[in-house]
C-alpha cells in the first residue's frame, strides 16, 4: 500500500521569552539537516533544500532537487550553504538557491566522513587517508586535506601529513 506522509512541524521561539515566533508544516523533512546564518533557516526537504526567512518562516528559495546521495553534513558560510555527501561537495547560493558549483572529493572513511569546515573563505571537507603517492585508502598513517574557495570551488590548498594516524587504531 501507499504510505501516508506524516506531517511535522518547524517551530521557531523568541530567544528571550520563548514565545513562538512563527511555525510551518512539512513533509519530508531531513532530520538534523539544519543550519541558520544572517536570519535564513536553510534545510533539506524531499531531496531539495529549503531557506526560510528567520524571522517570518515565508519560503525564501527552493533548489532543485540536491544530487549528492547520503547528504551527511550541511553547513552556511558566508552567504553559501554547503552540503557534503561521501564523495561530493556542493555549494549553494544563499540569496536565491543557484548552485555555485560541485565537486567529487576524496572519501573519508570512520569520523571523518561527515567532517566539513569553512575558515577564511576555504571549505575543508575532513581529513583522508591517503597511500604514498596521496591516492585515497582506508588505512594509512598519512592523511590528508583539500581546501576548496567557498564560492568558486577551486581547489587552493592541499596539505598531507605523515604519521598523523595510527592506520590500526580501533
Known amino acids: 500500500g ?4 506524516h506531517k511535522r512541524r518547524i517551530i521557531a521561539f523568541r530567544g528571550d521569552s520563548g514565545s513562538v515566533l512563527w511555525q510551518r508544516e512539512t513533509t519530508g523533512i531531513r532530520s538534523l ?3 541558520a546564518q544572517h536570519n535564513r533557516l536553510v534545510f533539506q526537504e524531499k531531496g531539495r533544500l529549503m531557506c526560510l526567512d528567520l524571522s517570518s518562516g515565508d519560503k525564501l528559495w527552493e533548489s532543485p532537487q540536491v544530487k549528492i546521495k547520503q547528504a551527511k553534513t550541511l553547513v552556511l558560510s558566508d552567504g ?12 549553494y ?16 572513511h570512520g569520523a571523518e ?12 571537507p575532513g581529513m583522508t ?25 577551486e581547489e587552493k590548498k592541499r596539505i598531507a ?10
Open 80 to 91: 553559501v550553504a554547503l552540503i557534503r555527501g561521501a564523495r561530493a561537495l556542493q555549494a
Open 2 to 5: 501507499i504510505k501516508p506522509e
Open 129 to 153: 587517508a591517503v597511500d604514498d603517492s596521496l591516492k585515497a585508502t582506508k588505512r594509512s598513517a598519512r592523511a590528508m586535506a583539500v581546501g576548496y574557495e567557498l564560492r568558486t570551488g
Open 93 to 108: 547560493d544563499c540569496t536565491n538557491g543557484a548552485l555555485l558549483w560541485e565537486k567529487e572529493i576524496l572519501q573519508g
Open 113 to 124: 566522513a561527515v567532517d566539513l569546515f569553512v575558515v577564511k573563505g576555504i571549505v575543508w
Open 33 to 35: 539537516f539544519f543550519a
Open 161 to 170: 601529513v605523515d604519521n598523523l594516524r595510527s592506520p590500526e587504531h580501533h
